[in-house]
């Protein structure tokens, strides 16, 4: 594990849960694969969740102690079960099944702001998919309110767990938010009323379809993820920042977890004072690096290892004879 360099912790809110193939579970939730992943890199996380006293909260509880985490936000639930989603294998591909009424549904307040007081966080990061029941919803909002910590919202949506009108509330709770392709595009349908093509990267009609929606919500910054072709960072004075460099590894295994390791990355190099440009190309780097594994993130703490190094040495990404690029 590497030594925390940073001078302030990253506070996570949001779900911890397996993803159920019947024969085996893995576990996952967008937050919970973006706190593992700032761990790993050294950050001081404090992961705010809440998990059942049962057998795949017995394996969350080894996640958190492989990645040496805090547990001090981590709430145990005597009643409601740890998050699971049922995910069916078939020749069309996955279908997910999201169960209803699962612990982080119920993460309750005051502990989580007894956790959120002691850790002092420079950055709070949040999803919407934790706040589909008031409970969790309260807690996260809660949080906010009762910190001075910049906001980073990942858009999660989800057919038939996030509504438009948490999305319109969370985004105005939040200083920066990270879209991909899809769920901009959702974005430009409920709130600009356009729909510009995002095919471009350098889009015109995009590009001013984005500073709207930062003007409508008064964010600071707007990150959008586009796979292969990179990312883009709007900033709330007009600047526009890309990296359009493909790191796809040889042999794509699976996409699951790419973006939150874009976020986790995203969120550590800010805090070590990474220029824009050069976050933007470590994190499109890794992120595509994790495409080349099973999972969101990897079997062994050791992956992350020549990523440390190299960023430590000025690199993007550790070359295969170990240099740095």
Request: glycine residues 10%; contains cysteine.
């Amino acid at each position: 594990m590497a030594t925390a360099t940073t001078h302030k912790a990253i506070a996570v809110f949001g779900e911890a849960l397996v993803d159920d193939f019947i024969t085996e579970q893995v576990v996952g939730g967008a937050p919970f694969n973006v706190a593992r992943n700032l761990a790993a890199f050294g950050v001081a996380t404090l992961m705010v969740t809440r998990i059942g006293d049962d057998k795949n909260g017995a394996l969350m509880r080894a996640e958190f102690e492989r990645f040496g985490m805090s547990q001090a936000g981590l709430q145990i639930d005597p009643n409601e079960a740890t998050g699971r989603v049922v995910v069916e294998r078939s020749e069309q591909g996955h279908r997910f099944i999201i169960l209803p009424d699962q612990a982080y549904d119920y993460v309750e307040t005051e502990p989580a702001l007894a956790a959120l007081a002691g850790a002092k966080p420079g950055v709070i990061y949040f999803g919407t998919m934790a706040q589909r029941h008031e409970c969790s919803r309260k807690t996260v909002r809660e949080m906010l309110r009762n910190s001075d910590a910049t906001r980073y919202l990942d858009l999660n949506v989800r057919d038939g767990q996030v509504t438009e009108r948490c999305a319109f509330e969370s985004l105005h709770l939040a200083d920066i938010v990270k879209v991909n392709e899809e769920e901009l595009k959702d974005l430009f349908s409920w709130y600009t009323h356009t729909k510009p093509g995002t095919k471009a990267i350098d889009s015109p009609e995009m590009a001013d379809a984005c500073q709207a929606l930062m003007r409508s919500f008064s964010l600071k910054g707007l990150i959008v993820t586009l796979g292969e072709r990179g990312a883009l960072h709007f900033g709330a004075d007009g600047a526009v920042t890309a990296n359009q460099e493909c790191h796809a590894p040889a042999r794509i295994v699976d996409t699951v977890g790419a973006g939150d390791a874009f976020s986790a990355v995203f969120l550590f190099g800010q805090s070590q004072g990474w220029s824009l440009p050069l976050t933007l190309a470590r994190a499109n780097a890794f992120a595509g690096a994790i495409c080349g594994i099973s999972g969101a993130v990897p079997a062994d703490i050791a992956f992350y290892q020549p990523w440390i190094a190299c960023w430590r040495s000025g690199g993007v990404m550790p070359s295969k004879a170990g240099a740095v690029v």
